[in-house]
């Protein structure tokens, strides 16, 4: 079946840096890509994304970037800070009628944020 | 605000037992899902509902059954407990088939 998967397990920043995480994926028909932090000992949580038409989508301190031509997707986070440490994962939706909501997970990047 | 709630945290069961994870929701969320996460991967789907009385098999739904008999409840039942079930079980519920899920907190599940 269809995969997510990141080109970076670890990603280490100083606080106030710019961190970039790294996504490819496989499934070209998905219809949205997500992006999830997940702190330690707790559920993921809802960061941003992006429909598939879209190249490029800004949040707070947070922008996600899709290039089909290569089926890569990016979250930045500006200013990182300590609190932004956790493990990020990108996710796709599956497209279609019936999809559901249901998230294809990649493995996920761990971001360490050093004071 | 309570969210999605979920019950136990952890739990230790030998192979061969049965148990029943917990999953409450007080969102009015018609669509609850059971995920699972092995250490180090993403979260692969278990089963899905998208209303009461209504599930389907996700990803990985071997040695899992569930049942939504009301919007609020979704458990996850592991019938006859296998090592390979070691994860953490995470519940999760959305308002409808969007791009935002809101999880549980996790179970934390130890087979031996």
């Known amino acids: 079946g269809e995969s997510v998967g990141l080109h970076l397990p670890t990603l280490s920043v100083q606080e106030g840096d710019n961190s970039i995480i790294n996504c490819a994926y496989s499934n070209s028909a998905s219809d949205y890509f997500i992006w999830y932090k997940q702190e330690s000992g707790k559920g993921p949580q809802f960061i941003i994304d992006i429909r598939s038409n879209m190249d490029k989508r800004q949040g707070q301190r947070v922008t996600v970037l899709l290039n089909k031509t290569v089926k890569h997707l990016s979250l930045q986070i500006a200013a990182t800070q300590p609190g932004d440490s956790a493990v990020y994962f990108c996710a796709e939706k599956d497209a279609g009628g019936t999809s559901y909501g249901k998230l294809t997970f990649g493995q996920g990047t761990i971001l360490t944020v050093h004071p | 605000n309570a969210g999605v709630t979920q019950t136990p945290k952890f739990r230790i069961l030998k192979i061969g037992q049965s148990m029943t994870l917990q999953c409450t929701q007080d969102m009015n969320h018609n669509y609850m899902y059971w995920y699972r996460q092995d250490p180090g991967m993403g979260l692969k789907l278990i089963y899905y509902?998208?209303?009461?009385?209504?599930?389907d098999k996700g990803e990985v739904p071997n040695g899992y059954n569930v049942s939504r008999s009301t919007t609020e409840d979704f458990p996850l039942r592991l019938e006859l407990a296998a090592p390979s079930q070691t994860s953490v079980y995470f519940c999760?519920?959305?308002?409808?088939?969007?791009?935002?899920?809101?999880f549980g907190e996790g179970s934390w599940l130890t087979v031996v």
């Open positions: 509902s998208v209303g009461a009385g209504i599930t």
């Open positions: 999760a519920s959305s308002p409808g088939g969007g791009n935002t899920i809101y």
